[in-house]
């Protein structure tokens, strides 16, 4: 049954691929950027997780030879594996203020329609995240696998939904490295020196 996967394991593992080596690059371009905030971090190392989780799962698909007990094992212990990675991420990433987080106004949220684009599409992720739909779409599919039953269709769905979702993550992550985070507070320039004191200066 595997073998009918092949071509979506290819495709899909290809692409996971691509995207992964591209978010190395990304990172590299903006490290100083990102090195210098944990919020930043947070989102890179959430992106990778996800890009990973799809590069994985797609490898499983093509391994010859795997019983349906033991795929089922083993994606049982990628979700765990995976959940764990995204609590330690989570534990890490400050509370954001920025962007989908607007600042109240008379101490009401603004609302969805009032939020740029950017905000909408985080507000989005905030409520439907796809590290967790991707995650329990794994954990499915493994428990079916190990009860006989058919769970590849569920893995298919996590794959997609780790690539779809990274692919957001990324652009809303690397839009913040490339403008600076509304998050961060601006640090605070030295005032010039005043007119006079400068002409008083120089008369002397």
Request: proline content about 6%.
């Amino acid at each position: 049954m595997l073998q009918e996967w092949t071509d979506f394991a290819v495709i899909t593992g290809s692409a996971a691929g691509a995207l992964t080596g591209l978010l190395f690059v990304s990172v590299s371009l903006n490290r100083d950027r990102i090195v210098g905030h944990p919020g930043l971090r947070a989102e890179a190392g959430q992106t990778l997780v996800l890009f990973i989780l799809a590069l994985l799962l797609t490898v499983i698909l093509v391994i010859p030879g795997v019983s349906a007990t033991t795929l089922g094992v083993v994606l049982v212990a990628v979700a765990i594996v995976t959940g764990v990675s995204f609590n330690l991420i989570n534990r890490s990433r400050p509370e954001r203020q920025g962007r989908g987080r607007p600042p109240e106004r008379n101490g009401q949220r603004p609302r969805f329609s009032e939020l740029s684009a950017d905000d909408q599409l985080t507000r989005l992720l905030d409520l439907v995240t796809p590290d967790l739909f991707s995650e329990l779409c794994v954990l499915i599919a493994g428990c079916l696998q190990l009860a006989g039953g058919d769970g590849l269709y569920w893995l298919a769905t996590a794959i997609l939904l780790a690539l779809g979702g990274g692919v957001v993550n990324a652009w809303l992550f690397l839009t913040r490295a490339s403008t600076g985070d509304p998050a961060k507070p601006s640090e605070k320039k030295p005032a010039p020196p005043a007119p006079e004191a400068a002409a008083g200066d120089a008369g002397d």
